[in-house]
């Protein structure tokens, strides 16, 4: 019985080893671990979208942003939230969107650039 239990704890701890996936960038070693290879391009980049608006409210609070910055941050959520709605309910043309993303990103880097956010708080776009 021990011998099973030992044997089923090894397997269990080899199996989820093997879980673990890393995607790494050309340019650098910054890895974005749980990667699906079968999410498209186009998931991917809006998932990256979404963490970036996370990352930048956050530089908002930590920089100490102005009723401007915070005016500009609030329209850049409602756009990526439209985003959202569109990629969710499939009303959407591929390069379209995709064009949107870019956009919203460029925006959002902005953003950090009008902070002066210290270069290593800047939201690694991969």
Do not use: C
Request: net charge positive; hydrophobic share 35%; charged share 30%.
């Amino acid at each position: 019985m021990k011998k099973f239990i030992l044997l089923t704890a090894l397997s269990l701890t080899i199996s989820g080893g093997s879980a673990f996936a890393y995607d790494y960038s050309r340019h650098d070693n910054y890895r974005v671990a749980y990667v699906d290879p079968r999410r498209s391009s186009l998931e991917r980049h809006v998932d990256h979208l979404n963490r970036m608006l996370t990352h930048v409210r956050w530089q908002v609070r930590h920089y100490r942003a102005d009723w401007r910055v915070r005016r500009d941050v609030q329209a850049i959520s409602r756009e990526i939230d439209r985003v959202n709605y569109r990629y969710r309910h499939g009303n959407y043309n591929g390069g379209n969107l995709r064009r949107e993303v870019d956009r919203l990103h460029d925006r959002l880097h902005a953003i950090e650039q009008r902070l002066h956010v210290r270069s290593r708080d800047f939201y690694r776009w991969n």
